[in-house]
């Protein structure tokens, strides 16, 4: 597609222009959002397809992560239980590796390649491979105001592990071998990106910027269309007041400084203390760049793989989470069951937004993985969970076992997932083959 062609499409989008600030509309029936005629058929006229990963590192609970039947009778282990109300919209997948990770160590060794495949460079040094959200960002990046949200509720950490570079373990966005996807951390900052035509620090609301052309814009569209509008700009500005209490929030997580109250001016545009929050904020973001168009191609590592996350919110504060998933507790399957959660909530959110035929989640991809099967290091088969029909193109409610099968390639689910968002290649990472079953 030519710059020229991309500049008229995106154009051509619904968007709500403040001073400084412009917002993409979530699709409506009655005005043209992505096609050139409101009512089209054709395939211009049709909500894009999306693609997110989820991550969560240190794998699950080995009793737990489970699933078998299918469609409305598919039974899921008590890791995934909170993802019964999209179970037909959901493929769980078992036995897909990845073979260079298992060549180095544990750990960064295990997580820097997982969306690429590729080798990775040890002693040290920083080599991987160009990963899957950052090739359909490649590809479709110009046609959206953010190419791709890399977003993250932990900090990257540089040191070295057993030979290996742990930013392996704190990235698994790739914009190139060398460089891995800047990850954004702090809410404010990843919501100022969607919505501020400047990431900078400003007090003025997103939403008071534009509200004047918001209400020019009811007389032009439907009833039903003035409803969906007035929900979208709500769950905007229950967003950015969330961001404001999270960063004046003074609860925190784990350890209690001796000081109940800061004795110096606390920033405003900090760090959510809470796990919780800071995780709901990052995952409300993502649904918010996916229903307005803003982004098609979005990451989101819930923690680092070596992770030092605690939750006290769960009454798991006792030990950090990487030393929690050694063991198959109680207390492990609940954090577990908490970070499922989150793409539950995501999948909830995407499927109550309406796109023509079709649901929000009905036109996502949204992947959920970990870097280890089981806490004891385990990557020789991967937990794998895909939520959203990818456009209609993908049959859910199915459980496909690849253990024991010749082609269980990691890369080779990257290929069939590509073929849904239009990018067809001869091969990615270490594979040639597609799995046909997707």
């Not at 168009?293 to 939750?311: G, P, W, Y």
Request: hydrophobic share 35%; with cysteine; aromatic share 6%.
């Amino acid at each position: 597609m030519t710059d020229s062609v991309t500049r008229h499409r995106f154009t051509r989008r619904a968007l709500l222009r403040g001073v400084g600030v412009s917002m993409a509309l979530p699709w409506m029936e009655s005005l043209n959002v992505w096609g050139d005629e409101p009512r089209a058929k054709s395939a211009g006229s049709e909500a894009p397809v999306r693609f997110a990963c989820l991550f969560a590192g240190n794998g699950f609970h080995r009793a737990e992560w489970r699933a078998s039947g299918s469609g409305k009778n598919l039974q899921l282990g008590k890791v995934l239980e909170s993802l019964a109300p999209v179970r037909e919209k959901l493929l769980f997948i078992q036995g897909l590796y990845n073979a260079e990770a298992l060549k180095g160590n544990i750990h960064s060794s295990q997580t820097g390649n997982l969306l690429s495949g590729a080798p990775l460079a040890s002693g040290g040094k920083i080599r991987s491979g160009t990963s899957i959200d950052q090739l359909i960002a490649q590809r479709y990046g110009k046609e959206t105001k953010v190419s791709s949200l890399v977003l993250g509720c932990e900090k990257s950490i540089a040191s070295v592990h057993k030979d290996y570079s742990m930013l392996y373990s704190s990235h698994i966005s790739w914009s190139s071998p060398t460089t891995p996807t800047p990850l954004e951390i702090y809410p404010a900052l990843a919501f100022d990106r969607l919505f501020k035509d400047t990431v900078q620090k400003s007090d003025r609301s997103v939403l008071d910027a534009v509200l004047a052309e918001a209400r020019g814009l009811r007389g032009r569209i439907s009833y039903s269309d003035r409803r969906k509008l007035d929900e979208y700009l709500g769950s905007v500005r229950d967003v950015e007041q969330r961001i404001e209490q999270a960063g004046k929030s003074g609860r925190f997580q784990g350890w209690r400084p001796t000081l109940t109250k800061p004795n110096i001016p606390r920033p405003k545009d900090g760090l959510p203390q809470d796990v919780d929050e800071h995780m709901r904020l990052m995952c409300d973001i993502l649904v918010l760049g996916f229903q307005t168009d803003t982004t098609r191609v979005a990451t989101l590592k819930l923690n680092n793989d070596h992770s030092s996350l605690r939750f006290p919110h769960l009454g798991v504060d006792y030990m950090i989470h990487h030393l929690l998933s050694h063991s198959d507790t109680a207390d492990w399957l609940k954090v577990n069951q908490f970070f499922l959660e989150q793409l539950a909530y995501i999948a909830g959110r995407l499927d109550a937004i309406q796109e023509g035929d079709r649901t929000a989640l009905d036109n996502s991809m949204i992947m959920l993985c970990s870097s280890m099967l089981h806490g004891s290091h385990d990557a020789t088969q991967l937990p794998v969970v895909v939520v959203g029909r990818g456009g209609g193109r993908i049959q859910t409610g199915r459980v496909l076992d690849y253990r024991g099968k010749p082609n269980r390639k990691m890369c080779s689910l990257f290929l069939s997932l590509l073929d849904k968002v239009g990018i067809h290649r001869e091969s990615f990472g270490d594979s040639k083959q597609r799995l046909a079953e997707i």
